[in-house]
């Protein structure tokens, strides 16, 4: 170890506590943050041969005795149920597509952003992939774990498909002139999501969907759902409007005091009492329209605290400068009160995003916890007391996706300035 | 000369007193006529009869509490009056929401605390209305924007957003943003309150051009050398009632009632 105090007295204008030896700037740092007093290292030492001992057999059990050949050999069923292997390139198309459009939103608003002096400079080139790289980590992770795991060529082709996608995507949004509109390019992202849903719908009804694909299309579909419906339901609690004040307390209060799994069970099996069977929707409509019901009336009441969180100033000054109501709440007001409750919405998110697999238990729908569980049934597998190794692997995917949409989450309301005014 | 006609009989004759050497010949501007306003049992405003004729300049002032902020959002319908009649432009304020739109639409306001729409920019806070009510294009909103924010001075700050000016350059921003509008009216609720003492000048100079240019403008202030220098009347409320109205000259110099005397000497 050199020593760096006679460099630090020869340049006294150099910040004292700025060491140039990374090895001294450890200890000195293990001195400042674990062990500053004796409770300090008391508590560092115990919670540290915690961690080791907790990580080292979690390692073990990934690493040395965990069994992984059920996975393995279960992948499709995990990702994908049982879906027909000649209807599979619709979901490769699907894949693909959704590769090309994130590409594309991504790299038209990095364009409009770029374009706009008041906004921070976005990245350029190796700075941006080491950026994208520090974001994405969790999926990029799982998605290398899942093609370690597989044992064709397929879906290594798939995400080489969907990552060319998604950078040719990137640089035609990019393209795109600063000045266009956004409505052409919203008015498209729905048009080819529905054609996606078509695309998958076609020659393969909706009760045939399985495995993670079921439980991120539940979590997608009702989340675009959901949200708008919450801000109207919001909006209506604070109409001057009896009727519609009424309607709405009493749906969101309705859906608030039930239990989710309830709903579902109901939606399943108790339907037949209200809609003859012949009409009734088939059982991932019924999922949906439940997610749907129920998460809405939480965005609605999240949202009306954003609202409640906008100076009424805000509103006056609407008002004052001539708008009229409909403008001064969807220029003025739901921009503020969204941004503010960002971290409330996206949890939301992430719980439905969760919840979906309820579905798969109230519902019969083998989803990827179903599918999991149904694994360790098979003959192969049976009575081994494999259900660890399937769980694990299960709870690793809902995390990569739930801790990606919490980090997504965290970058918005940065970029958009949130505790700022 | 234009005496006003008093068509109720309830005006107080020395309201309009001097107004009659600043009436252009038209109908005033505003017309408030026993204006009254209840806060539950709290009279915030009893039997308001005020004039404003227009390309005026009028200036508000009185103690805290007395009404004027209250006043003042009446004539733009941010407050609801109970009694009397209220006219601005030939356009009586009623529950008639054409009538409240097509009064807010020719009449500026700018607030003690800015209110700027945080979440925009500089411009886009200037020509949300324009291209949102009077329907002009982006580009003929921006062109507009910018020479307003060069006619207050800070064009540099166009892409900037609310958050990152200082109070006096927030409050000039707000001055255009009303502006944009093309107001026949331009209200002033306290707009140098809420400003650290070396901004107040910036503001206020802006606004002196403004009368200057001919704008009808009410003010409500505690800038008394602004009340003296660019007023053409000031009127003195305390407790809700109009006390006195007066040229700056009679009202700083000889003011007639006791009321005004006390104020006028505890913070002259």
Request: aromatic letters at 6%.
């Amino acid at each position: 170890m050199t020593d760096t105090a006679p460099t630090a007295a020869d340049q006294p204008t150099d910040p004292p506590l700025w060491s140039p030896s990374p090895s001294g700037s450890v200890s000195t740092w293990l001195k400042k943050n674990l062990f500053r007093s004796r409770l300090d290292g008391v508590v560092t030492v115990v919670a540290g041969t915690i961690i080791l001992i907790a990580g080292f057999r979690f390692l073990r059990f990934v690493f040395v005795t965990g069994r992984w050949q059920i996975v393995r050999e279960n992948l499709s069923l995990y990702l994908t149920g049982s879906w027909p292997e000649e209807h599979l390139w619709r979901l490769v198309v699907v894949v693909v597509g959704l590769a090309l459009i994130a590409g594309f939103i991504g790299g038209f608003s990095a364009g409009r952003i770029d374009d706009d002096p008041s906004r921070a400079v976005s990245l350029a080139g190796r700075d941006r992939l080491v950026d994208l790289g520090s974001r994405l980590w969790p999926l990029v992770v799982t998605v290398a774990l899942l093609l370690a795991l597989t044992t064709t060529i397929g879906p290594l082709l798939v995400a080489a498909g969907a990552i060319v996608a998604a950078v040719a995507g990137n640089m035609a949004g990019r393209a795109v002139p600063g000045g266009m509109s956004a409505v052409p390019v919203v008015v498209g992202v729905l048009f080819l999501t529905l054609a996606g849903i078509w695309l998958l719908n076609a020659g393969l009804s909706w009760n045939s969907w399985g495995g993670m694909v079921l439980n991120l299309s539940l979590a997608t579909i009702s989340i675009a759902l959901c949200f708008p419906i919450g801000v109207l339901l919001a909006l209506a609690r604070r109409s001057e409007y009896p009727i519609l004040r009424w309607l709405s307390t009493g749906y969101i209060e309705l859906f608030r005091g039930v239990p989710l799994i309830g709903l579902l069970l109901m939606a399943n099996v108790a339907l037949g009492f209200f809609i003859p069977n012949s009409l009734a929707p088939g059982k991932v409509v019924r999922a949906i329209v439940i997610f749907v019901l129920f998460t809405s009336a939480y965005i609605a009441e999240i949202v009306r605290g954003g609202l409640q969180s906008v100076p009424p100033g805000q509103i006056e000054a609407g008002k004052a400068n001539g708008l009229t109501p409909i403008p001064i709440i969807t220029r003025i007001v739901l921009p503020q009160a969204i941004r503010n409750v960002i971290p409330a919405l996206v949890g939301q998110f992430i719980s439905l995003f969760k919840d979906t697999t309820l579905a798969g238990a109230a519902m019969g729908l083998t989803d990827l916890l179903g599918g999991a569980e149904a694994s360790t049934a098979q003959a192969d597998f049976r009575g081994q007391g494999l259900i660890a190794e399937t769980l694990v692997f299960v709870l690793l995917i809902f995390w990569a996706g739930s801790y990606t949409m919490s980090r997504e989450s965290q970058r918005l309301e940065t970029k958009l300035g949130v505790g700022e005014r | 000369m234009n005496k006003p006609t008093d068509t109720d009989g309830s005006a107080d004759p020395s309201v309009f007193a001097d107004a009659s050497q600043l009436a252009n010949g038209d109908a005033p501007m505003v017309e408030l006529v026993g204006v009254s306003k209840f806060f539950g049992d709290f009279a915030a405003l009893t039997n308001i009869n005020l004039k404003v004729a227009r390309q005026e300049v009028l200036v508000v002032i009185g103690p805290s509490g007395s009404g004027k902020s209250t006043m003042i959002r009446c004539v733009n319908r941010l407050e609801t009056h109970d009694v009397g009649r209220i006219v601005v432009d030939g356009i009586e304020l009623s529950d008639d929401v054409r009538n409240i739109q097509a009064i807010r639409r020719e009449t500026g306001m700018v607030f003690q605390q800015f209110n700027l729409y945080p979440h925009l920019t500089v411009l886009d806070n200037i020509t949300l209305s324009p291209r949102l009510v009077r329907g002009q294009t982006r580009a003929a909103a921006e062109a507009k924007a910018m020479e307003l924010l060069e006619r207050v001075q800070i064009p540099e700050q166009a892409h900037k957003r609310p958050g990152q000016l200082s109070g006096g350059q927030q409050q000039r921003v707000a001055i255009a943003r009303s502006l944009a509008m093309e107001p026949k009216l331009m209200l002033f609720d306290e707009p140098t309150s809420a400003l650290d003492p070396e901004m107040i000048n910036e503001v206020l100079e802006v606004m002196t051009d403004l009368a200057r240019e001919g704008m009808t403008m009410v003010v409500v202030t505690h800038e008394m050398n602004f009340a003296r220098q660019v007023a053409d009347r000031v009127v003195f409320m305390a407790s809700g009632e109009v006390v006195e109205v007066g040229t700056p000259e009679h009202f700083f110099t000889n003011p007639s009632e006791p009321r005004t005397q006390a104020f006028l000497s505890q913070i002259l």
